[in-house]
């Protein structure tokens, strides 16, 4: 079984500047996440998708990140500008069940 | 006060020995509990999860649950240098809320 994809792996971009990452879900997983992870930090959750709609997104910061899920399966997330203090891991997971997740390899964004 | 706290080590045990890894929770509400092991630039991978109080075991691995002290542990025996890694612990109020997780190193 596939795991979750993500891409890029890496990315640097200077400040102000726009930045996005695409995850693709394990097949049949219906939950996608969004996570930010901050170095020495735990993952915080950003955004949760169920299908094609959002369950959760108290915690993104809605003037400058945005994510969607079309058709249920893939997700993008955009930074729009980037500050510095986004430098950090973008993780992905998807959940075939409410508790179960499983992540992505991750994207790590350095801005500068 | 944090929502899930987990000192963050480093927490150093010899080869063979028993790992204890500790995590305390703010609501009380809570009701699903997981541990993610995260070696060195990699992703969190789910190794145990508890929905009940007392313990589960799987392996080497056993989670322990305290609902009335709002406590959930986890213990390694028979520790390997493959199980140094930092050790995440989450749980599910709302949404998924992780610890900001302990650094655990196995001396050989």
């Known amino acids: 079984e596939a795991g979750v994809a993500q891409s890029p792996r890496y990315k640097i971009i200077e400040k102000r500047q726009s930045v996005a990452f695409w995850c693709n879900p394990i097949s049949g997983h219906a939950t996608l996440y969004w996570y930010q992870q901050i170095l020495g930090q735990g993952p915080k959750l950003l955004i949760q998708f169920q299908n094609n709609g959002v369950v959760d997104d108290s915690q993104l910061p809605k003037d400058r990140f945005s994510a969607e899920r079309l058709k249920g399966v893939d997700s993008t997330l955009k930074i729009q500008p980037a500050k510095l203090e986004d430098s950090a891991v973008y993780l992905c997971a998807s959940s075939p069940s409410y508790n179960e997740q499983f992540f992505g390899p991750g994207t790590r964004l350095t801005v500068l | 006060q944090k929502e899930v706290e987990q000192n963050s080590g480093p927490l150093s045990v010899p080869e063979g020995a028993i790992a204890s890894l500790n995590c305390t929770y703010s609501d009380r509400g809570s009701q699903s509990f997981f541990w993610y092991r995260q070696y060195s630039g990699k992703s969190p991978e789910l190794i145990m999860f508890i929905y009940s109080n007392g313990d589960k075991e799987d392996g080497r691995f056993t989670a322990q649950l305290n609902k009335a002290s709002q406590y959930v542990s986890l213990l390694i025996r028979d520790s390997q240098p493959s199980d140094s890694a930092t050790y995440l612990c989450?749980?599910?109020?709302?949404?998924?809320?992780f610890g900001t997780g302990t650094r655990l190193t196995i001396i050989p």
């Open positions: 989450a749980v599910i109020h709302e949404k998924l809320t």
